[in-house]
């Protein structure tokens, strides 16, 4: 009851709204040695003090009271505020193609919440229809809401309900489908999905917003625009990541879901496909390819659902001097697979190798990947690198550290077979080790260099 | 006889009952009900901005900048679940906003990029002190709201502000203004350009902290609110912890009539331009309820419809021949509303005008009407519109013209505001002009486009904090205007000390030497101004560098009045130090018996040829003839008692 009433308010302060009988949403006059104070008492932010109460007054500006000041409170009426956006049904355009979208929560669907004062995933699917009705031009929207969690708490539970929920939709026949999810392991689920769900015969486009939608300046409603374009109309059957190309609102990338990283804690123009291009490039009028070779749309419906992910495996990020207790800790806690991130083109220290021959006698499969996230692991150009393999790593080619992690655990769902796991890790399923890198996959510009300089300042990156 | 418009204008004008506002009075304005109140906005002198640590006041020009970034906004709800009326239009309107960026003062935050760094506690005790002079109410915890402004003018679609202060007062000579509260928030982008759907901002100024101190609609007359609006400057001013200079200090005026709407104008340059401004706010708003009151009269606001045809491509009228799309409307009941007088030297039909540029994007002129003050178009053009519409005697038709895509906002924009003319004074917010006049800038937003800063935590301010802010704050604004007047210096020059915030440097003065308060008003209120306007080519003079001048005239045992002669070439070159400038004027030290030494010569050479020589004008010619010589030497008061013993 107290929940309901003082939402929010603990300690000091919520002692003091008992004893003036001042309820949250209550319009209240207080005066304080401050001199008075009127407003409406707004929910407090859970992790916040027990100090202050919290008002909004007539201007529509929130202040707080220090608890301290307060000499006397008066409830003089009563408003509860609801915040929604009205749901309204999407209407259905003959001729347009059909789409699901499957809510996941994150960002892109999301709202503010008094309790924590943070932003919540709590808009379902067909809010968003409501805020932005642009999307009725596009395709003809289902939706369903999956869960609803945050992008950091996305795990292989929701990577086998989303791989079984995106099959079933495929065998109803749809044009495509998008799934609305939170930005931060977006690339995890990329790399997931296309593991889990393969010869797929639509695209199954991953998106999220940098901005939540709550804001006017948000990515959120373009970002959905592209990415409902892209799995309603384009012919790349393949899971994809659509998320702004540079910063302003001019065009999306589509990025394989193996090759994409989150590359920036803030910006807009966060995702970036490494060591490759993107696939294409799209707006709302158009979808430019980028790479000339992709899967395309088929009519049929041969998905395959594999379904399959062992919670047995780690990442070991590499840092000099660091001691074999580490990577003994993973052993005897019982993980099967060890993702190693090393320096350069792949090491470790010499310190390490009586533990990694430990784990390799215990029959721990151990991949090598890059902290330089470009470029290839390449164990043979230094005696250390020969010496690791002799003691059981395998080189992982160009595949991201993140993309090794989540293919590992799919193998290990399915089998512990030495040779099999290092067969099915090496073997490409979309990319995830290519054999070449192209010139253009690689670029960090430079600032400060006059002709990057020249180049920011006449092209919206 | 057929309707003039010339003749409707002048005559609506007339029953307007519209006064210049020299021929108005206090009577006048009590029988339209004025009332209005002020937004003042002051920046802060702070190092960095206000939420990231770019430095503050660093400006650069329009084309000086490193990259572009464009943007559109979006309107959201509220979290009381209702969208801002500002807010949907601002949507209509469909601008595509670029933000120019320069490196040495705007970085990944400023363009959104980046979430908020923790606000610049320098500036939060200014805008702290400022509330305490301005007799607030501090608040216990600071929230960080977001105000939303889909004009683009802020990258984030929203301007981080928080309330500091709330119900506080201010004192002037003869009447208390109450305020209802002051905010620290950070500054806007600067426009750059605003040509049918491209807006351009530059983001330097972006970010900046500045304060805003709201007043109640507690002014009566026009001099009145310049009055209030120069006292806030001032009070802000007297903590010496503000910026000053072009566009440092910036105010809205709300205006209203008996009737009438709360009417902001927005972004008045100069207080100079305010009583104009508000005079003719209130009979504009006066204007438009005679509007009301005569539509309401001819037919019922619910049954009126306008009615519209296509004539692209019919009319020969220059600026139509290249339009997409040409629409002539028929509004009926408007005859003599379009030409109703409005403000001087603009009628309804330019209200209609106003919105079609910034709501349907239709650059100007994007329409002409039936009741033009000099007809237009040609005698052809008319024949074939009225021929179209087949207007009633009592109608009135218009002509728009545009691109297809904004056609359909354009009308709807011009029924909306025919339709607000039935209900009288539409809120919005408009835009001031040098001529006192103004145009519509945008709907007035309401309290529904706050919303709290999930990325920003709330600031406890403590009682301690607060104590230690209050021990240093200067004295109240009206105590000087109290000391000022006690020490006979005339009022005419109180504008200046206050501005320039002389005050304290008088103060100090007094205390350290035996000069008179009135010759230092005189001094500084007079003669540095004039110094400074004639002198200076400067923007932000150094005041400072005056405050040991009279010490230094001590010291050396000069007269204090020497200070006026140095003061053109201190205001010229401030840099040079004292001693350098007495060189620099050509001063030379003189004994008072060397000086009175000259009396005799100079009386005789007056005297020469004369039978009866004028003692008056033998007194002033040989006083201009000593004065330079004297001046820092000897008081000149005393010379002339010297010398009219001499005599």
């Known amino acids: 009851m107290d929940n309901d009433i003082f939402q929010g308010y603990k300690g000091d302060a919520l002692t003091l709204l008992k004893k003036f009988q001042v309820r949250v949403?209550?319009?209240?006059?207080?005066?304080?040695?401050?001199?008075?104070?009127?407003?409406?008492?707004?929910?407090?932010?859970?992790?916040?003090?027990?100090?202050?109460?919290?008002?909004?007054?007539?201007?529509?500006?929130?202040i707080g009271i220090d608890v301290k000041t307060v000499k006397k409170m008066k409830e003089t009426g009563y408003h509860k505020a609801n915040y929604k956006i009205p749901e309204k049904e999407f209407p259905i355009t003959p001729g347009l193609p059909r789409v699901k979208l499957f809510g996941t929560g994150g960002t892109i669907a999301s709202r503010l919440d008094y309790r924590t004062g943070a932003v919540i995933p709590a808009f379902s699917p067909g809010e968003l229809y409501g805020a932005v009705p642009e999307l009725a031009d596009i395709c003809n929207l289902e939706t369903e809401k999956v869960f609803a969690v945050f992008s950091e708490n996305m795990g292989p539970k929701q990577y086998i309900a989303l791989a079984k929920a995106i099959g079933a939709e495929i065998k109803n026949g749809i044009d495509g489908i998008v799934i609305g999810h939170g930005t931060d392991t977006l690339h995890h689920t990329g790399a997931a999905l296309t593991f889990m769900c393969q010869n797929l015969p639509v695209p199954v486009v991953l998106v999220g917003s940098q901005r939540s939608s709550d804001r006017p300046s948000s990515d959120a409603a373009l970002n959905l625009m592209h990415a409902m374009k892209a799995a309603g109309h384009s012919d790349i059957a393949e899971v994809m990541v659509c998320m702004f190309g540079p910063t302003s609102d001019e065009y999306g990338l589509l990025h394989k879901g193996t090759r994409v990283r989150k590359m920036h804690s803030s910006y807009r123009s966060t995702f970036r496909t490494i060591g490759d291009t993107p696939l294409a490039r799209i707006s709302r009028k158009e979808i430019i390819p980028i790479k000339k070779h992709y899967n395309k749309r088929r009519a049929d419906k041969n998905v395959k659902i594999l379904p399959y992910f062992s919670e047995k495996v780690t990442m070991l990020y590499y840092y000099p001097g660091m001691h074999p207790d580490v990577l003994n800790a993973m052993i005897d806690k019982g993980y099967r697979g060890i993702i190693f991130v090393g320096t350069g083109l792949g090491h470790v220290n010499k310190e390490l190798y009586p533990a990694i021959e430990r784990a390799h006698a215990k029959g721990v499969h151990m991949f090598m990947t890059l902290q330089t996230l470009w470029g290839y692991v390449h164990m043979f150009v230094y005696d250390?690198?020969?010496?690791?393999?002799?003691?059981?790593?395998?080189?992982?080619?160009?595949?991201?550290?993140?993309?090794?992690?989540?293919?590992?655990?799919?193998?290990?769902?399915?089998?512990?077979?030495?040779?099999?796991?290092?067969?099915?890790?090496?073997?490409?399923?979309?990319?995830?080790?290519t054999l070449r890198e192209p010139y253009n996959g690689y670029l960090i510009y430079q600032g400060g260099v006059p002709e990057v300089e020249e180049f920011i300042r006449k092209v919206h990156k | 006889m057929s309707f003039s418009p010339q003749k409707n204008f002048e005559e609506s004008r007339h029953k307007t009952g519209y006064l210049p506002r020299k021929e108005a009075t206090q009577e006048t304005y009590d029988r339209l009900g004025f009332m209005s109140g002020l937004e003042v906005h002051q920046q802060l002198l702070t190092q960095e901005k206000l939420f990231c640590h770019c430095p503050a006041g660093i400006y650069n020009d329009d084309d000086d900048f490193n990259a572009e970034i464009v943007r559109h906004m979006r309107p959201t709800l509220s979290e009381l679940g209702e969208y801002d009326g500002t807010a949907l239009m601002e949507f209509k309107t469909r601008k595509e906003i670029t933000y120019r960026i320069n490196n040495e003062n705007a970085c990944t935050y400023e363009i959104d990029d980046t979430p908020p760094f923790p606000m610049n506690r320098e500036a939060l005790a200014q805008a702290l002190e400022i509330s305490m002079l301005c007799k607030m109410n501090i608040v216990g915890e600071v929230h960080i709201t977001r105000k939303q402004y889909l004009d683009g003018s802020i990258p984030t679609g929203f301007q981080r502000t928080a309330i500091v202060g709330i119900e506080g007062e201010l004192e002037l000579p003869h009447k208390k203004v109450r305020l209802i509260q002051l905010s620290i928030e950070e500054d806007a982008c600067r426009e750059i350009s605003d040509i049918g759907h491209k807006r351009i901002y530059k983001t330097d100024r972006l970010g900046m902290p500045l304060i805003e101190t709201v007043t109640y609609p507690d002014c009566v007359n026009p001099e009145e609110v310049c009055e209030a609006c120069n006292y806030i400057r001032f009070l802000n001013r007297s903590t010496g912890k503000v910026r000053t200079g072009m566009g440092a200090a910036r105010q809205d005026v709300n205006v209203s009539c008996k009737g009438g709407t709360r009417v902001e104008i927005k972004g008045v340059a100069h207080t100079k331009w305010i009583p104009e401004l508000t005079h003719n706010e209130v009979f504009r708003q006066w204007a438009l309820l005679r509007i009301k009151k005569i539509l309401n009269k001819r037919i019922k606001a619910s049954s009126w419809k306008m009615f519209y045809a296509d004539v692209t491509g019919m009319l020969r009228y220059t600026p139509l021949k290249k339009a997409e799309k040409v629409l002539a409307i028929r509004l009926p009941e408007f005859q003599g509303?379009?030409?109703?007088?409005?403000?001087?030297?603009?009628?309804?039909?330019?209200?209609?005008?106003?919105?079609?540029?910034?709501?349907?994007?239709?650059?100007?002129?994007?329409?002409?009407?039936?009741?033009?003050?000099?007809?237009?178009?040609?005698?052809?053009?008319?024949?074939?519109?009225?021929?179209?519409?087949?207007?009633?005697?009592?109608?009135?038709?218009?002509?728009?013209?545009?691109?297809?895509?904004?056609?359909?906002?354009?009308?709807?924009?011009?029924?909306?505001?025919?339709?607000?003319?039935?209900?009288?004074?539409?809120?919005?917010?408009?835009?001031?002009?040098?001529?006192?006049?103004?145009?519509?800038?945008?709907?007035?937003?309401?309290?529904?486009?706050?919303?709290?800063?999930?990325d920003s935590a709330p600031i406890p301010l403590d009682d301690k904090y607060i104590e230690d802010i209050g021990k240093s704050l200067p004295e109240e604004m009206i105590l000087r205007y109290k000391t000022l007047k006690k020490w006979n210096v005339p009022e005419d020059v109180y504008a200046f000390l206050f501005s320039k915030n002389l005050f304290p440097m008088m103060q100090k003065i007094t205390k350290e030497t035996d000069i008179s308060p009135l010759y230092l008003g005189i001094f500084f209120g007079e003669k540095l101004k004039f110094a400074l306007h004639h002198y200076s080519n400067r923007k932000n003079f150094p005041f400072k560098i005056l405050s040991p001048l009279f010490s230094f005239l001590k010291e050396n045992r000069l007269h204090h009045q020497l200070a006026e002669s140095m003061l053109p070439t201190i205001v010229a070159y401030p840099k040079m130090e004292f001693d350098s400038v007495l060189t620099a004027i050509g001063f030379k030290r003189h004994s008072e018996k060397e000086i009175l030494a000259r009396v005799p010569i100079l009386l005789a050479k007056f005297t020469e040829g004369k039978i009866h020589p004028d003692k008056t004008k033998e007194h002033n010619w040989v006083m201009g003839r000593l004065r330079k010589t004297a001046l820092g030497n000897m008081d000149l008061s005393v010379l002339s008692e010297k010398l009219k013993q001499l005599q």
Request: glycine share 8%; proline share 7%; charged share 30%.
């Open chain 1, 384 to 433: 250390t690198g020969r010496d690791m393999m002799a003691r059981g790593i395998i080189p992982t080619g160009n595949m991201l550290p993140e993309v090794a992690w989540v293919k590992l655990s799919w193998i290990l769902g399915q089998t512990d077979d030495p040779q099999k796991v290092k067969e099915m890790m090496l073997t490409p399923v979309n990319d995830e080790i």
């Open chain 1, 25 to 62: 949403w209550g319009t209240t006059r207080i005066e304080t040695t401050r001199g008075h104070f009127e407003g409406t008492v707004l929910p407090r932010a859970e992790n916040d003090d027990d100090q202050h109460i919290v008002l909004k007054i007539a201007t529509g500006y929130n």
């Open chain 2, 337 to 454: 509303i379009l030409s109703h007088f409005i403000q001087p030297g603009s009628l309804f039909a330019d209200e209609l005008s106003g919105r079609l540029k910034v709501i349907a994007c239709l650059e100007q002129p994007n329409m002409i009407h039936s009741e033009e003050l000099k007809p237009l178009p040609g005698k052809k053009d008319r024949e074939k519109i009225i021929q179209k519409l087949q207007p009633e005697e009592k109608d009135g038709w218009i002509v728009i013209w545009g691109a297809q895509e904004d056609i359909p906002t354009a009308l709807e924009t011009i029924e909306e505001r025919c339709r607000m003319a039935f209900e009288g004074v539409p809120k919005e917010t408009r835009k001031s002009l040098p001529d006192g006049t103004t145009i519509f800038e945008r709907v007035l937003p309401g309290a529904n486009r706050m919303y709290p800063d999930t």
